[in-house]
T-cell receptor, first 114, second 115 residues
């Protein structure tokens, strides 16, 4: 079964704290892509990152970093020094070859309090 | 700026009405998708289309139909709206993608309330 689990439903942190959003996936395929999207209060999902199954290098983009570990089927997302503008719902998603739809996790709502 | 445009941001309809949600993309994408988003349930796929006049059922197609007469436009139809269809509806598009490497571009969503 293809499945994405985001166990954290809601997280609340104080501004400037670091926070990690967890994503665990299940698949039997060897070729797949993992994604993170951000949904701010405006509603539109915004693409953050894509990682393919053959590339386990961690990635850093400013205050954002992603840790992909095939051994644990996880693709976790860390925000360093969180800001109020980071408040949003974050979705992890999985896509396979063969023009198939994205499979989304249920999302994690992050609230950053000033 | 490339875009997916959903015709209405907020919509209120009566039970039993036929409802049309429209989505237009300007990126010449082959794939288009309709999801609904509910608290605690995440994004659930209703229908998708990979070509004009082609459609595939997603996870929750019951009570919905779709139409894709032109490449840029994908309509979601609620044949007889019911209160349990009150939800946020999100449209997305992507290029045809045999590798799995393309993500989606999303519209801003339509928040539908059925009373």
């Amino acid at each position: 079964a293809q499945k994405v689990t985001q166990a954290q439903t809601e997280i609340s942190v104080v501004e400037k704290e670091d926070v990690t959003l967890d994503c665990v996936y299940e698949t039997r395929d060897t070729t797949y892509y993992l994604f993170w999207y951000k949904q701010p209060p405006s509603g539109e999902l915004v693409f953050l990152i894509r990682r393919n199954s053959f590339d386990e290098q961690n990635e850093i983009s400013g205050r954002y970093s992603w840790n992909f570990q095939k051994s644990t089927s996880s693709f976790n997302f860390t925000i360093t020094a969180s800001q109020v503008v980071d408040s949003a719902v974050y979705f992890c998603a999985l896509r396979f070859s063969g023009n198939t739809p994205l499979v989304f996790g249920k999302g994690t709502r992050l609230s950053v309090i000033a | 700026d490339v875009k997916v445009t959903q015709s209405s941001r907020y919509l209120v309809k009566r039970t039993g009405e036929k409802v049309f949600l429209e989505c237009v993309q300007d990126m010449d994408h082959e794939n288009m998708f309709w999801y609904r988003q509910d608290p605690g349930l995440g994004l659930r796929l209703i229908y998708f289309s990979y070509d004009v006049k082609m459609k595939e059922k997603g996870d929750i197609p019951e009570g919905y139909s779709v139409s894709r007469e032109k490449k840029e436009r994908f309509s979601l139809i609620l044949e007889s709206a019911s209160t349990n269809q009150t939800s946020m509806y999100l449209c997305a598009s992507s290029p045809i993608d045999w590798t799995g490497g393309y993500g989606y571009t999303f519209g801003s969503g339509t928040r539908l309330t059925v009373v």
